[in-house]
């Protein structure tokens, strides 16, 4: 099992930035991905960011070039840094890892872009 503690959303203005942190624990030996989702009130669930083992990553079209993902494996945390913040940016940020048995999900944080 694989335990995902999210932190760091919160109100910002258009423009400004964000760090979310989502510290992992439990049986991290077996993730092999890890990344950011989001879901806006009314929409699906997307993709935002994803990092596989070797440090590959891929992003949404709406966020290259303004969000970056990282990890830091000595704290068994990775980050989504989010730049140039955008009202249509405002959702619920989720954590995710993934192994090849399942799926592990945050609990989720707020980040609203007030315009």
């Known amino acids: 099992q694989v335990q995902l503690v999210e932190s760091g959303g919160g109100l910002v203005q258009a423009g400004g930035s964000l760090r979310l942190s989502c510290a992992a624990s439990g049986t991290i030996f077996s993730v092999n991905a890890m990344g950011w989702y989001r879901q806006a009130p009314g929409k699906q669930r997307e993709l935002v960011s994803v990092m596989v083992s070797g440090g590959r990553t891929n992003y949404a079209d709406s966020v290259k070039g303004r969000f970056t993902i990282s990890r830091d494996n000595a704290k068994n945390t990775f980050y989504l840094q989010m730049n140039s913040l955008k009202p249509e940016d405002t959702a619920v940020y989720y954590c995710?890892?993934?192994?090849?048995?399942?799926?592990?999900w945050g609990q989720g944080t707020q980040v609203t872009v007030s315009s």
């Open positions: 995710t890892a993934s192994s090849s048995a399942r799926n592990y």
